[in-house]
C-alpha cells in the first residue's frame, strides 16, 4: 500500500516569505508527527496529532510556525516570514495509534531551502 | 532533559567487519528504545526496537540490546555489507501514549568493497 507522502519535495522560498508544506498519512493511521531534520541540530520533533487535535505543539519553535489536520487525514505545517534558520528537511510520521507499540512510518521529506 | 548521545561518525568499514555504533541515553522512566535507518535518498525505516531493559532487538543481521544498568543501546551486526551504507539513528521513547521520538544525531556508515 501507499506509505508517508510528503509535498512537495523541494522547496525554494526567499526570506520572510510564507511556505506550506504538505504530509498525506497512510490511510487509517490516526496518529500524526512533525519532524525537523537539520545540520545542527539533527531530528527534532515538532508537532503531534491525534485525529484533528493537536495535544503536543511543544516542538514548534516560533509562532511563526503552525499546522492543521483536516478529516484526520491530511495535515499542513506553515511557516510565515520564513528566516534562513528555517532551512531542514521537514519530515511527516503517521502511526495507527499514539501508542509507543505502533510504529512511525516517515514521510520522504520535504526539503526547504530559505535564500 | 530526555536525550540521546550517538557516537558521531562518519564510520568507514570494509566489507565483512565488525560493526558497533555506540548509544546511550538520559531518560525519566523507562524509555522504549529504537535505531532508525536513512539509506541514501530513501526516507527513515524503523530497523530494530526493543521495550524493556534486557530486550533484545533483531532484523536484517543487526542486533541491539538494551541495557539499563548503563542506559545504552548499542547497534551491533557481525558482519557489514556495501547496502548497510546509511545513517543510522537511535532514539528514545517515552512510555506515554503520543510522545514523539527523540533522537540522536545520526551516524553516518560507510562500507566499501
Known amino acids: 500500500g501507499a506509505g508517508v507522502s510528503q509535498s512537495p519535495s523541494n522547496k525554494v522560498t526567499e526570506k520572510g516569505k510564507d511556505v506550506e508544506l504538505r504530509c498525506d498519512p497512510i490511510s487509517g493511521h490516526t496518529a500524526l508527527y512533525w519532524y525537523r531534520q537539520s545540520l545542527g541540530q539533527g531530528l527534532e520533533f515538532l508537532i503531534y496529532f491525534q485525529g484533528n487535535s493537536a495535544p503536543d505543539k511543544s516542538g514548534l519553535p516560533s509562532d511563526r510556525f503552525s499546522a492543521e489536520r483536516t478529516g484526520g487525514s491530511v495535515s499542513t505545517l506553515t511557516i510565515q516570514r520564513t528566516q534562513q534558520e528555517d532551512s531542514a528537511v521537514y519530515l511527516c510520521a503517521s502511526s495507527l495509534g499514539p501508542s509507543i507499540y505502533n510504529e512511525q512510518f516517515f514521510g520522504p521529506g520535504t526539503r526547504l531551502t530559505v535564500l | 532533559g530526555d536525550s540521546v548521545t550517538q557516537m558521531e561518525g562518519p564510520v568507514t568499514l570494509s566489507e565483512e567487519a565488525f560493526l558497533t555504533i555506540n548509544c546511550t541515553y538520559t531518560a525519566t522512566g523507562y524509555p522504549s528504545l529504537f535505531w532508525y535507518v536513512q539509506y541514501p535518498g530513501e526516507g527513515l525505516q524503523l530497523l530494530l526496537k526493543a521495550t524493556k531493559a534486557d530486550d533484545k532487538g533483531s532484523n536484517k543481521g543487526f542486533e541491539a540490546t538494551y541495557r539499563k544498568e548503563t542506559t545504552s543501546f548499542h547497534l551491533e551486526k557481525g558482519s557489514v555489507q556495501v547496502s548497510d551504507s546509511a545513517v543510522y539513528f537511535c532514539?528514545?521513547?517515552?512510555?506515554?501514549?503520543?510522545?514523539?521520538?527523540?533522537f540522536g544525531k545520526g551516524t553516518t556508515l560507510s562500507v566499501s568493497s
Open positions: 532514539a528514545l521513547s517515552l512510555n506515554q501514549a503520543g510522545t514523539a521520538l527523540i
